[in-house]
């Protein structure tokens, strides 16, 4: 995990992290708006009261720190500016905040994280700290790093940060052997869920829970306007009797792509004419779609920074196997379904003990009367 103690000076305290907190529930707000932005969030205190705040909302749009200091009360000179991600440096789409930083006067900046964009990367901090502006670095650290995250990796490896969510049964069981799932999980587990599709650029479900489902994979809570939706059907299951089913159909199918085996793409030309977007990949020969392909197209063409998958127990298996998970976020019922043919949560190939990919817990946690696990590949960090 990314530390930045050795940029620590200055001094921290009660206050700078309540300020702190407060941007970043701003920063919070943008989850899911920004790709391939993050999402930022910046207040400007003044003899302790908050004068202005602001944040990141839109990619091409000013950054959280400019719109901090336009929704200033009064004169911003002498203030403290908390901001979740280091202040930007140089010009890319909107010119570098530590100009504006410098021109308002501010004495002091407080900084949740540094910018692990190589553009920036701890250069908006030295050039503050040479106009002579106190900089503090590495408060709520780890809140502030778990909020870029999904940035980070986008920036580093063009793919976007896989949550993997499933709700299941104790014994590990997604629907009954007829596919029947709903509902397995409580009321509160799935309004999580549905805070995590608000916080991602895109959701993903395989072939079969499209058929067994029909989801519509909205976000149902406000936000998530721009939220994708892909369907990976390697091969054209939806394809015949597309208008059944809601992502081809309603109003947001401009946001949905199907990932599709290459000689299939035209299996959905009707979808295509209403607006859906169609992906062909050459598929491994075991027929399988290659998920570090469409990971990178996603990350290339869409900008997505943050998938969130969910399910079904196929394409969870495969991105297990694949070691593309990035969280695992699992809910489990207290319920034991007890049949052996029922669907599992992940099955992908045949596997050895021994060969077992082990993960490490990050987080447990009573949600309703369900129990949530969220795990890690082992050795990554532990954010939660
Ligand atoms: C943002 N919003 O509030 C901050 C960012 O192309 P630009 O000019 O928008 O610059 C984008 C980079 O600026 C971004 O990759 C990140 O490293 C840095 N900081 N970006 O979009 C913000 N503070
Ligand atoms: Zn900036």
Redesign the pocket.
Known sequence: MLSTNSFINGKASEEDRKWMWRALSLARLSEGC?R???????VVVKNGVEIGSG??LK?????????AFDSCRKSAVGSTLY??????S????????TDRILREGVSRVVVGCI???S??CGKGIELLRQHGVEVVTGICEADALKLVEP?FKH?STGMPFVTLKLGMTMDGRIADRYGTSQWITGEPARRQVQQLRRRADAVMVGSGTVLADNPSLLCRIGGGDNLLRVAVDSRAKTAKQWRRWKIFTDQAAGRTIVATGEDRVADFSAAQANGVRVWGFKLDPDGHLPLTDLLRRLGAETNAMHLLCEGGGGLAGALHHNGLVDEYRLFQAPAILNDGRAMAAFSFGEHRLADMRRLKIVKVQRVGSDLLTVLRPDGGPSAN
Do not use: Y
């Open positions: 920004t391939p932005n993050p999402p930022v969030g910046a944040r990141h990619a091409g749009g000013p950054h959280a720190e400019v719109n901001v979740t991600l280091e202040p930007c140089t010009t890319g789409r909107t010119p570098p905040c910018d692990r964009n553009r920036h940035f920036i």
